[in-house]
């Protein structure tokens, strides 16, 4: 089970790693959306640690987007959220659930963004906005089949 403010470890020594913290899991429209803390801690003095947010929102088998590649998404569902869609796979069972749910998701990781801004709430705000273009993208690909 994926709890939330359960920091994994990634890879790496006792000093230095890749980690990832689950800060929500919550509903919305049908959708269930993920914010994910990302760290990369190094014992490097030339090298800063970082940390940048990541929103992944599920998809059913049900909707017309399971399955397909983050950028066929973005192309045919014309979806905006910060930098793009980034990421389509199934969940690891580590970061995201790992079941049958199709995991699409956006980083706040480019160049320029800025930690201070991508705040919890931003990511959460991203995530309702994305959750809502997929539900009205769902209804729109629905009625052209049944129409």
């Known amino acids: 089970m994926i709890e939330i403010g359960k920091r994994t470890k990634f890879g790496g020594n006792k000093n230095e790693g890749r980690y990832a913290t689950r800060e929500e899991i919550f509903n919305h429209n049908g959708f269930k959306c993920i914010v994910v803390l990302h760290e990369i801690i190094t014992s490097h003095k030339e090298v800063k640690d970082m940390k940048w947010r990541c929103g992944y929102i599920g998809i059913?088998?049900?909707?017309?987007?399971?399955?397909?590649?983050?950028?066929?998404?973005?192309?045919?569902?014309?979806?905006?959220?910060?930098?793009?869609?980034?990421?389509?796979d199934?969940?690891?069972?580590?970061?995201?659930?790992?079941?049958?749910?199709?995991?699409?998701?956006f980083d706040c990781n480019h160049y320029r963004d800025d930690i201070r801004y991508?705040?919890?709430?931003?990511?959460?705000?991203?995530?309702?906005?994305?959750?809502?273009?997929?539900?009205i993208k769902n209804l729109i690909l629905k009625g052209l089949e049944d129409g």
């Open 60 to 88: 059913s088998k049900k909707h017309p987007f399971y399955k397909k590649n983050y950028d066929e998404i973005e192309e045919k569902g014309g979806t905006s959220v910060h930098g793009g869609l980034t990421f389509s």
């Open 90 to 105: 199934f969940g690891d069972g580590k970061v995201l659930p790992k079941d049958y749910t199709w995991w699409v998701g």
């Open 118 to 135: 991508w705040t919890f709430e931003n990511v959460k705000k991203d995530l309702k906005e994305l959750a809502e273009q997929l539900t």
